[in-house]
């Protein structure tokens, strides 16, 4: 299938860049480069009753953290609380370039949100953002009651490496006796490393995420090559993927992640767990955050917004 035309024209804008290779910039240089697109291709966020930034303890450092709570919301009513891990290649981004999707799924969901900004390579290698992800979802567990949140309604996602997150901490859930989730929204998700599936060849060039961005990507995060087998950074490799708490896997049509998304949904079904699975035609990574430029984030969003009240018991 074709590119939908708005993706096409931003492809076609980025590929007519010259640029050296990620592994010969600056890691500022390509840190600013990445966050400047994302927030170039965003529309002004949404509004929520109230933001907070806080610093939580994590087991490298402190963690920053970001709490958004709905308009209208009764301080005396517990509400549901979705955590947030955004996409990074566990190098780039921050909760800033994902407080539009934040803000979003906060005012679409009826929920409290929050958007963690675990810590990021080559500085903190594997596994530290994985570390940093399971002490915020342990943090949200054990203050629910001051955030006003509701314990029995916690949910977790994430897009790209985020994803990765978002599905390694529910596997960490689930086997450590909780906390107990409710929901996994995993958008494109990297849920492997291995870079050699059909969709890593098929569209790891023009897509604006190539595979060489995945391959510098991952030699910033791993100490050495053995750690790539490990559950936390492919959850797909896990034997067994039962009990897990019901998921939405979104991915994009022309998206080296495409292959491994697909799987990791099939793989879900498979072991019994209630999946959505959606697969998103004509369009490429990064469309999540893409609020004003792709008409498939507003989409996406609002899926995702249906998909969180159905799995907090608040549809309709």
């Not at 953002?129 to 979802?137: C, G, I, M, V, Y």
Request: aromatic share 8%; proline share 7%.
């Amino acid at each position: 299938m074709a590119l939908h035309p708005q993706v096409q024209a931003f492809c076609d804008e980025i590929n007519a860049i010259e640029v050296a290779p990620l592994k010969e910039r600056p890691l500022a240089e390509v840190r600013e480069g990445f966050h400047d697109m994302i927030m170039s291709l965003q529309a002004p966020p949404v509004a929520v009753g109230r933001i907070e930034d806080r610093d939580i303890p994590g087991p490298n450092g402190p963690i920053r953290i970001r709490l958004y709570w709905p308009e209208g919301a009764d301080p005396a009513t517990p509400l549901p609380v979705y955590v947030n891990y955004h996409g990074s290649g566990y190098v780039v981004l921050s909760i800033d370039t994902h407080d539009g999707v934040c803000r979003a799924l906060c005012a679409g969901a009826g929920c409290i949100v929050v958007g963690v900004n675990y810590c990021k390579a080559p500085e903190n290698r594997f596994p530290r953002p994985t570390e940093d992800a399971w002490a915020s979802l342990k943090w949200v567990a054990e203050n629910c009651a001051e955030i006003g949140a509701d314990p029995a309604r916690i949910a977790i996602g994430g897009d790209s490496a985020g994803g990765c997150l978002a599905a390694v901490t529910a596997q960490r859930a689930r086997s450590e006796g909780g906390p107990a989730l409710v929901f996994q929204l995993l958008v494109y998700p990297v849920t492997d490393t291995d870079e050699t599936r059909d969709s890593y060849r098929t569209f790891g060039e023009d897509y604006v995420l190539t595979a060489e961005a995945m391959t510098w990507f991952f030699d910033c995060y791993f100490n050495d090559e053995s750690e790539r087998a490990d559950l936390r950074a492919a959850p797909i490799r896990a034997d067994d993927l039962s009990g897990l708490p019901p998921a939405m896997v979104m991915t994009a049509s022309h998206d080296p992640l495409l292959d491994e998304g697909r799987a990791y949904a099939e793989r879900l079904k498979a072991a019994g767990v209630p999946t959505a699975y959606l697969n998103y035609e004509g369009h490429i990574h990064g469309f999540w955050t893409a609020t004003g430029s792709f008409d498939v984030a507003n989409e996406a969003h609002s899926t995702a917004c249906a998909a969180l009240r159905e799995a907090f018991g608040t549809a309709g």
